[in-house]
């Protein structure tokens, strides 16, 4: 259900008060506008510094600014003077939780919730976090909105471009319809406000809005998730960055159209990626959500813990309910393990059990359109609910590179740091580097070629062997975790 109908249908159910928590106020405005208009309610705004205003008035009400002033204002209008009108209003206050807190404003909130109770009167209280008074939560329904959706998007990206045009010559676009798609699925996410400053943004670098524009818009809303703290915005790579994953490459083929054209079968629900470290199952899910074509955003468990202490709970709730207005969309939680483990129920009075729990019914519950991407290094802490079928699609092993896939790999990194593939000895490379991860492999190549510029060398096979000769990789040292990892994931995961 989109916000519009959500929020029209909460008014429609006579509820007192809605509290609409909203990041974007503009746009907040403008909807619950619109759906006084569809619902014959006279709108009226308040704010501190404006006071209350009926419709599009540009004056307020006298003596209006203060709380208690306001609500005796509109306490007024519900026991009119003879003859004045009564038609019901939806009344918009910004910001109202904050004066809750002072017992004559909350008293007089009251008087009135009771006064228009079972009449078509709404209060719409509009802030950016939800705060409410106990004894007021009962006559209230929340409501969580200001990023518009997909078909809300697109109007808003050829108004802003209007603008643009008319107030700057020389602007141009050319995007068709495919593009504009993407452009458009690359916006969700933003609120209003933000959508219309990246749009600026686009068009102030070239006087142009074209499909080149869809990394500016990806760097500004990694850059705001990135402030907002609880989700992270990734960007996606491309499959051919990826040395091996032969199976999950093929899995991927096999469903890549199921998010989007009516391909008629379900969506996927999820993958979960376990394995050796530095072997790319982080890479992977960025792979992924470049496969399903779909936004991806990272959940960091370990920041949901230790920044909001107290509220983590809250939190991860928060931020899955984020995820779901953002869907259709990739949710990736890296290193699962250390959020849920199953060990730690005791030691952290049984935040984590409550936060598996919380996160389990929502897997369960979930939207469809929301794919899971979960990575774990150490499968033991794992809780087995998380495990139990069904959860995921399918649970890929990420094992240690073959001889064929370091070759792969020697190719894709020599390439990634300008380098030609073809002037390396890359079967002699692959061959003495087994039990390397990739991540080591990588290393090796950026290594060697420090030690030949110190030389003042150009880098060839050699420097790189001799990096992959001096090193000992993780694995060794590890190989007893390794060998039962891969007892483990004999049974019941695939290959990737
Ligand atoms: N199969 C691979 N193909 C290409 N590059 C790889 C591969 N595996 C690892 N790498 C390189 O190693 C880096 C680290 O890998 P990545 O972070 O994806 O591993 P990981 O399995 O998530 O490790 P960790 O368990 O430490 O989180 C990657 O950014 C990539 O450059
Ligand atoms: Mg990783």
């Not at 008060?17 to 405005?29: G, H, K, N, R, T």
């Not at 009449?119 to 990023?147: C, M, Q, R, W």
Request: charged letters at 25%.
């Amino acid at each position: 259900m989109g916000l519009n109908e959500e929020l029209n249908l909460l008014i429609q159910s006579k509820y007192p008060v809605v509290f609409f928590e909203s990041i974007d106020e503009v746009y907040a405005l403008r909807q619950l506008k619109g759906i006084a208009g569809q619902l014959g309610l006279d709108f009226y705004q308040w704010s501190l510094t404006d006071g209350l205003k009926r419709g599009d008035n540009d004056s307020a009400y006298y003596l209006s600014k203060e709380p208690v002033k306001a609500l005796r204002t509109i306490l007024d209008f519900f026991s009119p003077a003879e003859g004045a009108p009564t038609q019901p209003g939806l009344f918009v206050l910004k910001d109202f939780d904050k004066y809750l807190e002072d017992p004559l404003t909350l008293r007089l909130f009251k008087d009135a919730i009771n006064k228009i109770k079972n009449s078509k009167n709404t209060f719409v209280i509009l802030s950016a976090e939800y705060k409410l008074p106990k004894e007021i939560e009962p006559d209230s329904a929340h409501l969580v909105g200001g990023y518009p959706t997909e078909e809300e998007i697109g109007p808003l990206v050829k108004e802003t471009y209007t603008e643009l045009r008319q107030s700057k010559s020389g602007v141009t676009s050319s995007i068709n319809t495919e593009e504009f798609k993407k452009i458009i699925s690359a916006l969700k996410g933003l609120s209003a406000q933000q959508i219309r400053s990246v749009i600026n943004q686009c068009v102030a670098q070239d006087s142009r809005l074209d499909i080149k524009d869809l990394e500016i818009i990806e760097t500004y809303k990694k850059k705001v998730f990135d402030q907002e703290g609880l989700l992270e915005f990734c960007l996606s790579e491309d499959k051919d960055n990826i040395a091996g994953f032969v199976n999950l490459k093929r899995w991927l083929e096999e469903r890549q159209d199921c998010f989007h054209a009516n391909c008629g079968l379900p969506a996927p629900k999820g993958l979960l990626l376990m394995g050796v470290q530095g072997c790319g199952k982080s890479l992977a899910a960025k792979i992924i959500a470049r496969e399903f074509n779909l936004p991806l955003y990272r959940l960091d468990l370990s920041r949901l813990y230790s920044k909001y202490i107290g509220e983590t709970e809250q939190n991860l709730r928060k931020a899955l309910g984020i995820v779901e207005k953002l869907c259709p969309s990739c949710l990736w939680i890296d290193e699962i393990e250390k959020g849920f483990a199953s060990s730690s129920g005791d030691i952290d009075g049984g935040v984590s059990q409550r936060i598996l729990g919380t996160f389990l019914t929502w897997t369960q519950e979930r939207a469809t359109g929301c794919f899971l991407i979960a990575t774990a290094n150490n499968v033991y802490q794992l809780p087995p609910e998380l495990l139990r079928k069904g959860r995921f699609d399918e649970i890929f092993f990420v094992d240690l590179p073959d001889t064929q896939t370091r070759e792969e790999l020697f190719k894709i990194h020599l390439k990634h740091r300008a380098l030609k593939p073809e002037d390396f000895d890359l079967k002699l490379l692959a061959q003495s580097s087994a039990d390397f991860s990739g991540a080591e492999i990588e290393q090796a190549i950026i290594s060697a070629l420090y030690r030949a510029s110190s030389e003042k060398e150009t880098i060839t096979t050699r420097h790189i062997l001799e990096q992959v000769q001096s090193t000992k990789p993780l694995s060794a040292l590890k190989s007893e975790e390794i060998t039962s990892l891969r007892s483990w994931a004999k049974e019941r995961t695939i290959p990737v």
